[in-house]
Every structure is written in C-alpha cells, then in structure tokens.
C-alpha cells in the first residue's frame, strides 16, 4: 500500500543505530553516470553564448520577486538560457586527482552525484522587442540542458508553454516567455543513498534553483518557484518515467508574454521516449521513492490552483517568538557589503571538508543571515511579504566574535536572534550531524525545522515538497552569501532526525528538521 510523505520521511530518519546498522558497501562498477545522455536527438550548442553575471552575489540573493510585471529590460534569448543553465547546473569546476578529473557543478549536491536536470520550454527567444519569429535566436520547442556538452538537447519543436500554463494553473507560467522544469532522475542519487534520495530531491534542486533564481535577477528577468502543478502532463511533455524520473518545480523566467492555457486535453499530446544512454549496468529502484513522490501529486491545474489558494493563512509547521533575549543582527549596508560578482562566487563556491576553530565576525554573519534567509518566492507561499514560510531557522553558535556560544532562534522579519541556551556545544553540534568532525568544528550549524503533521494536515502531501525546498533553496543562498565573502566557507550535512529535535526543544517542540548547513572559516 503506498505511504504519505509524513510516513516516509519517518522511515527515512537517520538515528545511531540505523547509521550503524544500515551501512552498505558501494558498487563503484554500477556507478551510475552523472548526466543523461540522448542517443540521436539533435543539440543546440550554448557554450559560445554564456554571459558571466557581474552583478554582486549579496545582492543577488536579497532580491524577491514581486507578483506583478516589474521588470522592463531586454527580452530573454539564447544567452540568457545558455547563462541561466550553465550557472546552476553546469560544469565549472575541475579537479585532476590520481589520474582522474573530477567535475564539480555550480550548485552543491549531496554527494557530487548530480541527479537534477534541467529541462527548458520556451517560445521563440529573439533577445529584442521588435523582432519578429522568423529571427529567432532560439526557437520555440522543449531542451534538455547537458551540462556534459553544454548543449540544448531538443526534444520538441514548436511552442508548449501553453501545456505547462494549464498543468500549473499558475500566471506567471502562463505569462512567461521562457521557463525551466527541475527533475531529479532517482537511481542517480540512490546508488548511494537509497529511499532517502527523495529528501535529497529536494535538497538538491534547492541549491540548484537558488543558482538559477540569483542568475535570473541578476540579468534583470522576473522568476519565481511554481511547486503545484499537474505531474502527469510534464511527464508526457517531457518524455519521462516517473518511476526513474520525475518533474519536480517549475521555474517561469521573465514577463509580458503571455500564452493562452491549451485547450488540448494533456492526453493529446504526443508521446516521446527518445533513447538514451544506459546510467549504469544495472539499475536499481525504488519504490518508496516512487510512492513518496506519487503520494503528492495533483491531477489538474484546477487543483494546483485550488492547492495553492486554499491553504490557511498565516505561515505553516514554524513556532512563536519566546521570550529569550533578543540580539539584532548588525548587517552591513549595499555600499559595505562584498562585491564579489556572481559568477565569481558560483566558481569559488564549494563543500569545505575541514573547518578551524576560529571565529568568524558577528557582522559577516548578520550579513549573510540577513540576505539569505527572507522568505523564498515560491507560488504557495506568495500571500505574502517577504514570502510566508514554512521552516524556522535555528542556530548553534561556537565561534562568532561578539555572539555569545549557544543556541538561537533566528526570526527573519525582526532581524533578531533569540537566545536559547548558553554555552559552547561543539560535541553536541558533532553529535547531531551524524558525529561528524566538520559540525563540530564550524562557527556556526544553521537547522531549518517545521511541524510536518501541521503542515501535511494543511497543504497534504506536496506541502512536503515545499518545506524541503524551502529549507534547501535558503540553504542554497547562504552557500551564495557565504562564498562572496573570502575568508568564509560552508557545507551542508546530513543529521539525527529525532535528536536534533530533542537538542532544540522546548522550542522545537513537535517540529523535525529538514536541513542543516554548517559555516565557518576553512582551514
């Protein structure tokens, strides 16, 4: 019988025993490969045509995307796609080592195995107002991103955006001249990590969004993160098997392009399964994965709407403000602040694999908190302002001049930190993040929890997708916030379910984490 998320992120908890317990060797000749390959579909090449971001990553990350159509600037073309793509999840980093080269993408993902795509549905992208299709920079049709090529693969040609428009029920889908579909092909990450590779689905398209969201604002286009839609239709649109791979979130780029919903029933659509290449020797699945997905799907952009305007008011699975002490943030101003340019950022960004004990400054801290963490813009959530969330923040300090050790409660719209406890607690720290050196060793363990029987009571089972994404897309941003300042690093890592919530209660308190993201300086 299938299962509900709730149930499935309780079998998918980490505890000593099942860590002790669960461990199993890695069959290194089934690895599977780290990109989809097409066997005969043609490409459009896109390396010639990436545009370096120079805005400041501080900068980029702070915005929010409104509603409402204010962005005036130039149209979206190849450029943009190729740019937007490359700066998320493509390839911009490599390391030769014993013989082999490591390639390391933009975003960080669980294990560097790289189990997200990208998939782009656009009409035809002139890059001016006043051109007319026949110029088409990039023409109307449904790619594939590869990142192994930095290629457009193309699956369709003609425009489909008005099938997107009416699986979402969303405007800003339907408005959009361009928007980029996120899945995650499940063996790729399960080689590994097994039924707990739908948390990472999310975890790992977070980070790969908060790329793509900082890289959109930074070339002055609107865009925002639309979680309801109908599966079914994206999954014929895009010639997948949800079994193995599955649509996660779509992401509208820009405005003023508006695409009337398509009257065609989603079953008219013609069917593709082009060939690709084998991902390993043998595949395994998963069906918890595939239950724990399906368990949260929706069947019509009527009910991703009816979804979305239905939810209670008010933020979901977070707590009230106590009364501990409060301690205001000290961010510094956009004059002060880094600034380090966006591509720069995404480049040097990585995953530190060893912290010192040294303390970091209260005011880079507040810096990035500050950017980072102010609500992500994403439709169920867009009531709003800053976005309504659905994951609270919570801290343990070790190593911040100026911030006495222990552990806070961070309140976005106040720009405070509550204190919780005092104290160092670095072998708790350790000992939560699976008795891991690097949690111990940080200035700083950021947790993202919330109430997952409040939530799924109140949004059901994709309310889960939300709060995972949440939590990660915010994580993703701090890796941006963190890595535009030079002395800093961060990384995420995985934890003890049950015992991070027992560390923070009485506060957390019914709550179970999603998240942590660790900062410090590297050594």
Not at 366 to 382: E, Y
Request: hydrophobic residues 35%; aromatic residues 8%.
């Amino acid at each position: 019988m299938p299962i509900g998320t709730a149930d499935y992120h309780e079998q998918t908890k980490h505890s000593p025993r099942s860590v002790r317990e669960g461990g199993h060797g890695l069959d290194f000749d089934n690895k599977p490969r780290p990109y989809k390959e097409y066997t005969d579909l043609p490409a459009v090449p896109i390396a010639e045509r990436i545009r370096p971001p120079q805005q400041p990553a501080l900068s980029t990350i702070t915005e929010s995307t409104p509603d409402g159509d204010s962005r005036r600037g130039r149209s979206p073309d190849l450029e943009t796609v190729a740019t937007l793509c490359y700066y998320a999840a493509g390839i911009t980093k490599r390391i030769d080592k014993q013989g082999h080269s490591l390639r390391f993408r933009a975003a960080a993902t669980t294990g560097a195995l790289y189990h997200v795509d990208l998939y782009v549905v656009c009409g035809d992208l002139a890059g001016d107002d006043e051109a007319d299709a026949s110029t088409a920079d990039l023409e109307a049709g449904v790619y594939h991103f590869d990142p192994r090529t930095l290629s457009l693969d193309v699956l369709r040609e003609g425009d489909y955006r008005g099938v997107l428009a009416n699986a979402s029920g969303d405007t800003g889908v339907a408005d959009a001249p361009l928007s980029v579909v996120a899945t995650s092909t499940w063996w790729r990450n399960a080689w590994k990590y097994g039924d707990r590779t739908f948390r990472h689905a999310f975890w790992d398209s977070g980070t790969t969004l908060a790329n793509l969201l900082a890289v959109a604002h930074a070339l002055d286009h609107r865009a925002d993160i639309v979680t309801g839609f109908a599966d079914r239709p994206i999954v014929d649109l895009l010639g997948l098997e949800p079994e193995r791979e599955a649509p996660l979130e779509i992401v509208p780029i820009g405005a003023g392009d508006t695409v009337p919903k398509s009257d065609s029933d989603p079953a008219d659509i013609e069917s593709i399964n082009p060939d690709t290449e084998p991902l390993s020797p043998t595949e395994k699945s998963f069906p918890l994965i595939h239950d724990a997905w399906a368990a949260g799907t929706l069947e019509s952009g009527a009910a991703a709407d009816s979804w979305r305007s239905g939810r209670p008011a008010g933020s979901i699975g977070t707590r009230d403000p106590g009364d501990g002490e409060r301690i205001a943030l000290e961010p510094v101003d956009a004059e002060t602040a880094s600034s380090r340019p966006l591509h720069r950022t995404i480049r040097r960004r990585g995953s530190c694999r060893e912290y010192a004990r040294e303390s970091i400054s209260f005011r880079k801290l507040s810096t990035v908190l500050d950017r980072a963490v102010r609500g992500v813009p994403m439709d169920v959530g867009r009531q709003g302002d800053p976005p309504l969330s659905f994951v609270d923040p919570y801290l343990i300090v070790n190593g911040v001049d100026g911030l006495e050790s222990g552990t806070y409660q961070y309140h976005p719209a106040a720009g405070e930190l509550e204190r919780l406890r005092t104290g160092e607690c670095r072998s708790e720290a350790g000992h939560l993040a699976l008795d891991q050196r690097l949690a111990a060793d940080a200035a700083v363990c950021i947790y993202f929890l919330t109430d997952l029987a409040e939530l799924v009571d109140a949004l059901g089972d994709r309310g889960y997708r939300a709060a995972q994404l949440e939590a990660s897309l915010t994580a993703g941003r701090l890796y941006l916030g963190t890595y535009a300042h030079r002395t800093l690093g961060g990384t995420g890592l995985t934890f003890y379910d049950d015992i991070v919530t027992d560390f923070f209660e009485p506060r957390a308190g019914g709550q179970t984490p999603m998240f942590l993201y660790t900062m410090g300086r590297p050594v």
